[in-house]
C-alpha cells in the first residue's frame, strides 16, 4: 500500500520522523512526541485536515486516568514496606538455593506485574534482589535477566498489567475478566516455559554454592514493614480494587473511576503531601500518552490507518492468518522499540481489521505480540531498558550477550507459543 493523498503523504512522514525521535534516544521521548504533535497540528491547520480541538478528542482520556490512578496507589502502598516484606518472606522460603531464589523473585516479579505497571515492579524488584545476592556472594544476574524479562509476560496476563493492554482494553471494549479470561492461562503456560528455558541456560549458576545462608535465614520480613497497619488497609482498598474490575462488565463502572477511587482512599489513609505523593506519578509518560494519541490521529483523519487495514486484511481471507501477522509484526516490531507506541500505531489498524473478519481475536495477537516480543532484545521494552541501567548503577553491568542469550530464546521461543494459542482463542474469542 502506498499513499497517494498529500495529506496522508505528509501526515505518514511526521509519524515516521517522530517515531525516529522518539526510538533514537538523543531527544527524550515525550519531548519527541510534543514536537510530532507541534509539526501535525502544522500541517493540519496548514491543510485543513485536523484543529487543536480535534486532535484532544483522540486522547483518551480514561486511560490518561486509570494510569493516574494506578500510580498514585501503587506509590503509597510501597512506601509502606509491602514489597520488600514479600521478598524477603519469598527469599527466606528459598533458603539461599540459588535455583529457589531465581525461581520465588521471578514468579513474585510476574504476578506483581499483573497488578502493577512493569517499571515500578523493576525498582522495586532489583535493589531487593542485588542486596541478597550480595549477602550470599552469588551473582545476581541471572535473577535480574529473569525479573525483567517475565515482568513483561506477567504484564500480558491482565488488563491493568501493562499500559499497551490499557490501550487495547479501551479500543476494543473488553473487560477486565476478558483479558483474565483469554490471556491469564496462555501467559502461566509461558511462565512455565520461560523457567524451564532458565535453569537450562543457567545451569551452571544453580549449580553454584551460596555463602552466609545462616545470615539470610536472620531477616525477619517484619522488620521492612514500615506502617503495618496502613498496609493492611491499603491492601483491603487493593483487594476492593480488583472485585470491582472484576465486576466491570455488571456494574458498568470504569477502571479508571476504579482506579481514581483508590488512589484517592490511598491519599486520605496517608495523609500525604500530595507534592510529595505524586512523585510516584510518572507525568513525561502521561503527556506521552497524549501526544502518541494526538500523532496517531493525525494519520486516521487523513484516512491512512484505514487503507492500512484494507491493505492488510486483503492478504488473507484467514483470520487466523492475519492475528499471525499482527502477532508477528507487532512483536518483532516492539523488539527493538518500545511497545507502548507500537501499539498505539496497530490500535486503529487492528479496531479496522476485527470489523473486515468480525472476530476479537486480533486483539489477543496485539496484546501477545507487544507484550512478549519486547523480551527479544534489551531495548525492547522500558522493564529491559531499566534493568539495564540499574544493574549497571550496582556493579553488575548485563551483557547484549547476556541478554539474548536468555531473553531472546524466549521471547521468541514464547511469541511461537502465542501463535499457537491463536488457534484455541478463536474459539472463544
Wanted: charged share 10%; net charge neutral.
Amino acid at each position: 500500500m502506498v499513499p497517494t493523498d498529500p495529506g496522508q503523504i505528509v501526515t505518514l512522514i511526521i509519524f515516521i520522523v517522530s517515531y525516529i525521535m522518539i526510538f533514537s534516544g538523543k531527544i527524550d521521548r515525550t519531548t519527541a512526541a510534543l514536537f510530532g504533535v507541534f509539526l501535525m497540528l502544522l500541517a493540519g491547520y496548514t491543510m485543513n485536515f485536523m484543529n487543536f480541538e480535534e486532535a484532544l478528542g483522540y486522547v483518551d482520556w480514561q486511560v490518561i486516568l486509570l494510569l493516574f490512578g494506578m500510580m498514585t496507589f501503587v506509590g503509597q502502598l510501597s512506601r509502606t514496606g509491602f514489597f520488600r516484606y514479600l521478598g524477603i518472606k519469598a527469599i527466606k522460603l528459598s533458603k539461599g538455593k540459588p535455583w529457589l531464589i531465581f525461581v520465588y523473585l521471578t514468579m513474585m516479579t510476574t504476578f506483581i506485574s499483573m497488578l502493577i505497571d512493569n517499571v515500578t515492579t523493576i525498582l522495586l524488584m532489583i535493589p531487593l534482589t542485588i542486596e541478597v545476592a550480595e549477602m550470599l556472594e552469588i551473582n545476581p544476574v541471572p535473577v535480574i535477566l529473569g525479573e525483567a524479562v517475565l515482568s513483561n509476560v506477567g504484564g500480558v496476563a491482565t488488563m491493568i498489567g501493562d499500559p499497551p493492554n490499557i490501550l487495547i482494553a479501551y479500543a476494543s471494549g473488553y473487560t477486565f475478566n476478558d483479558f483474565i479470561t483469554h490471556l491469564f492461562f496462555p501467559v502461566l503456560v509461558i511462565l512455565g516455559i520461560a523457567l524451564m528455558a532458565a535453569k537450562f541456560i543457567h545451569r551452571k549458576w544453580v549449580a553454584s554454592k551460596p555463602k552466609n545462608v545462616e545470615e539470610l535465614m536472620k531477616l525477619n520480613p517484619e522488620d521492612y514493614i514500615k506502617d503495618k497497619k496502613l498496609m493492611h488497609y491499603l491492601l483491603l482498598i487493593l483487594l476492593g480494587m480488583i472485585v470491582f474490575f472484576a465486576l466491570q462488565s455488571y456494574l458498568g463502572i470504569s477502571p479508571a473511576l476504579v482506579a481514581l477511587v483508590g488512589g484517592t482512599l490511598a491519599l486520605i489513609l496517608t495523609l500525604e503531601d500530595p507534592k510529595k505523593a505524586f512523585q510516584a506519578v510518572e507525568w513525561p509518560t502521561l503527556v506521552f500518552f497524549m501526544g502518541l494519541f494526538m500523532l496517531v490521529g493525525g494519520l486516521d483523519k487523513t484516512g491512512l490507518l484505514k487503507d492500512l487495514a484494507m491493505w492488510l486484511s486483503s492478504l488473507s481471507s484467514n483470520p487466523i492468518i492475519a492475528a499471525i501477522i499482527i502477532l508477528w509484526v507487532a512483536g518483532i516490531t516492539s523488539s527493538f522499540v518500545d511497545n507502548i507506541p507500537i501499539t498505539a500505531a496497530f490500535i486503529p489498524v487492528v479496531a479496522a481489521m476485527t470489523q473486515t473478519y468480525h472476530t476479537g481475536l486480533l486483539w489477543w495477537a496485539l496484546a501477545l505480540g507487544v507484550g512478549l516480543g519486547g523480551n527479544i532484545t534489551p531495548i525492547g521494552s522500558s522493564a529491559g531498558v531499566v534493568s539495564l541501567s540499574l544493574s549497571k548503577k550496582f556493579g553488575y553491568e548485563i551483557r547484549n550477550h547476556d541478554w539474548f542469550r536468555f531473553g531472546g530464546m524466549v521471547g521468541i521461543l514464547t511469541l511461537a507459543v502465542g501463535t499457537a494459542f491463536l488457534f484455541l482463542l478463536i474459539y472463544i474469542s
